[in-house]
């Protein structure tokens, strides 16, 4: 996962400047729902303390636990790429303080700042390829062949 300083690390200290200026430190309490899949992404964060669950929901499954995010890493994606909508829901695991971020603000400096809207593009790529490997990875272990429902009813 990237932290911070790996999201952020590309851009000049005053393109950081920038970035951070626009965020605001926000606190969820354990157990909370951060965002819900489906719905408008209109904002992200980068966690300072706790955790958060991201899950997937399956139709006539519970939702599926897909990765967890921790300090200092990014807190959702789906707000820089069209259709802003989430593609996870997030759930804190314990206390959660972040830094929050209003989506459109971010965008709006992304393109004035082509630079800076290129380094940020390719640090949430890494975010989205490490996290598509790890949701890949989880589902196949879930329901894929030898899934654990398998095991338990002795079919292996």
């Known amino acids: 996962m990237q932290t911070t300083t790996g999201l952020l690390a590309e851009l000049t200290s005053d393109q950081r400047e920038r970035v951070r200026s626009l965020g605001h430190e926000v606190h969820f309490d354990a157990g909370e729902q ?6 408008r992404a209109d904002r992200f964060w980068i966690l300072h303390t706790g955790s958060a669950t991201l899950a997937m929901h399956i139709p006539g499954h519970r939702d599926v636990a897909i990765d967890h995010v921790r300090h200092g890493e ?8 069209q259709p802003y909508v989430w593609s996870l829901g997030a759930q804190a695991d ?6 929050e971020f209003d989506a ?3 965008r709006l400096l992304c393109e004035e700042d082509k630079e800076l ?9 890494a ?5 598509l490997q790890r949701s890949r990875s989880r589902l196949v272990d879930l329901f894929g062949p030898y ?8 079919a292996i």
Do not use: H, Y
């Open 117 to 125: 809207g290129l380094a940020m593009t390719r640090s949430i790529a």
């Open 74 to 81: 990014l807190l959702g994606w789906s707000w820089m790429f």
């Open 127 to 131: 975010v989205m390829g490490d996290r």
């Open 104 to 106: 459109q603000s971010v």
């Open 94 to 99: 314990s206390p959660v303080r972040a830094l």
């Open 147 to 154: 899934a654990p429902q398998d095991r338990a009813a002795g």
């Open 34 to 39: 951060i965002f819900e899949e489906g719905t």
